[in-house]
Each structure stands twice: as C-alpha cells, then as structure tokens.
C-alpha cells in the first residue's frame, strides 16, 4: 500500500523550487535532494524506465487544484511498465492517491507538472529487463505555458524519422525513446523553428517532438491514427471529444501526407506540454491565413475552461487536490 503521510504537514508555503520540494521516493516522501540513485543505475545507462506528464490547473476563483486526467495517465502509466517488465507496488488507486497527498504536502497553490517515473534502479551493466529492481519516483514543479500558445508555431518537419513501433513501442512514454524527440526538436530550434514534425517510416505524418498534431480541412478535423507510431495521447483524445461536443466537427484518424500540411486550413499541437498550440507555419510555409485560426483557438478556449473546472460538462476530468 502507498505510504500517505498525515496532512497535517502540510507547508505554509509552497516550495521556493525543485530542490527545495518533497517527492515521493523508495515509498515515502523526502526531500528531493535526498532522492538519488548510483551512476550504475541500469535505467541511467539504458533508458530503461517510463514516465507520465501530468497537469494541473490551479483556479483562483475556487481556490482549488485540479488534476487533469489523473486517472488516465496512471492506467497508460501501467500499460507502459508492463511493455518494459517493471513492476509497480502501487495500484493505479494508489498511485492517483499519492500524488494527490505529494501536492498537499507540498501546499502547492499554482498550474503544477507532475511527473512520476518508474525505472530499473538495480545498479548493474547487464542488458536485459528480467531478475532487475525496479523503483518508483513521483515529484511536481510549478509549470506555465511550455510553448508559445497564442501567436503561433513555427515548426519544420524534421529529418529525424520517427521510431517505429516494432524498434520502440510508441504506445508506451519509454524514458530511452525521448533521444529520438531531443535530436528532433534540438535540430529544429538550431535552424530557427519552434518545434518539429516526425514522419514515419513510410513517410506519413506522425507527430511532433512530444505532442500529437491535427490538421483542419474543409471543416473537417483530421489527425494521424494510432498506427502512424503516435503516442495515445490523453489530450488529444479529450480534444476530439472537444470538437465533436463543443463545436460539432467531424473528427476523422487516418494517414496524413506531408503536403497536406502545407495546404491545411489549420494546423495545432496538442499534449501536456504545448496544451492546445497553434501551428502557423510549416517548413517555411504560411498555413491559412498565417494566423492563428478561428477553430484552434476556440478549441484552445474550451480546453482552458474545462481544465480549470469552468465547464460542469467535463468536471468528471478533474480531480481536486483540497
């Protein structure tokens, strides 16, 4: 069972920095700097661990936390474990129950990134998964905008294929597998852009570095499907639900060709990090207008409503922390 330490210590104050905060390690909460592992440390040596980006969105109005999908993020949390033969002590009841009380005991009070990361800790060279320890981490760092969601993107599509499925499995977040984005996206801004596009194998539209990608043609929202070795991404499917509820769009998953980015009416990342982000130009062309477009931005609008409790339609997305 998870080791949920009494409320009542919680701080007066939330913690000036990461350093200075509680995570929930080896099964208790400590100090961050106390949680530390070997330089041997088989995850370290191998990318042999998986991880979770998780939100939450603090409202002043209500003067309470909320926990975007927090539930939905633990399940593919443990779909991704089992992919690499980790083992968790914690159920997925217990794991949205810690992080809960690891916000609490932190006083946190502000739009918040929550990462838990399950790792093979045993300090060893021998490469394989099996007869390895494994290791639980769970810690939260106050978090903005992580990219530009207003003005637009300017974004390439990079020449970094994206990983296969059969190399890596893209429906599991492997902490081994994000070399593939860092080269992505690094390369991106070194040329001068925002962000990158990874086509597949055979050529299609995947996603970007860290985030899904959707396209909108003739009134028709259009984004590649899981098999285009794409992360199930948790918002992007609470942007589909979105634009079907919200403002009656057909949503269909299916191959995208490169050039169709070119010749959208418009083009947005979704995901933890970006949230909903307009995309205004691709590989140095303008998209639409050049603008950000009327769609993604009331899209934008309703996924900021919702995630902040203003929507009563999608407060079973929520959960609040006081």
């Not at 939260?140 to 294929?161: E, K, R």
């Not at 982000?277 to 062309?285: E, L, N």
């Amino acid at each position: 069972m998870a080791k949920v330490e009494s409320t009542e210590t919680v701080r007066t104050a939330a913690p000036r920095g990461l350093e200075d905060s509680l995570c929930y390690f080896d099964g208790r909460f400590v100090p961050m700097a106390e949680a530390k592992v070997s330089v041997a440390t088989h995850a370290l040596n191998y990318g042999t661990g998986c991880f979770e980006g998780i939100r939450a969105y603090w409202s002043a109005e209500r003067e309470q936390l909320y926990v975007l999908k927090l539930r939905e993020h633990y399940e593919r949390f443990a779909r991704s474990c089992r992919m690499l033969k980790i083992r968790l002590q914690l159920s997925v009841d217990e794991l949205c129950a810690t992080t809960l009380e690891l916000i609490r005991q932190n006083g946190y009070r502000s739009d918040l990134y929550v990462r838990p990361l399950a790792f093979k800790s045993t300090p060893t060279i021998k490469l394989m998964l099996r007869d390895v320890a494994d290791q639980l981490a769970i810690f939260a760092q106050p978090f903005g905008n992580y990219v530009d969601v207003s003005s637009g993107l300017n974004v390439c599509v990079s020449p970094w294929q994206r990983i296969s499925d059969n190399a890596i499995p893209a429906r599991a977040k492997v902490t081994g597998a994000y070399i593939n984005s860092a080269l992505a996206v690094d390369d991106a801004l070194e040329a001068g852009f925002d962000e990158a596009i990874f086509l597949t194998e055979d050529g299609h539209v995947s996603e970007g570095s860290s985030c899904n990608v959707f396209l909108l043609r003739n009134r028709t929202l259009v984004t590649p499907p899981v098999s285009a070795d794409i992360l199930e991404g948790i918002t992007r499917d609470a942007v589909m639900q979105l634009a079907r509820d919200v403002l009656g769009l057909e949503v269909i998953e299916r191959d995208v060709d490169r050039s169709e980015l070119y010749t959208a009416d418009e083009v947005f990342f979704c995901g933890t990090g970006v949230q909903v982000s307009p995309v205004t130009r691709v590989d140095g062309r303008a998209i639409g207008t050049g603008a950000p477009g009327e769609v993604t931005g009331r899209l934008q609008q309703a996924y900021f409503r919702a995630v902040r409790g203003e929507d009563p339609r999608y407060s079973s997305w929520l959960e609040s922390v006081y």
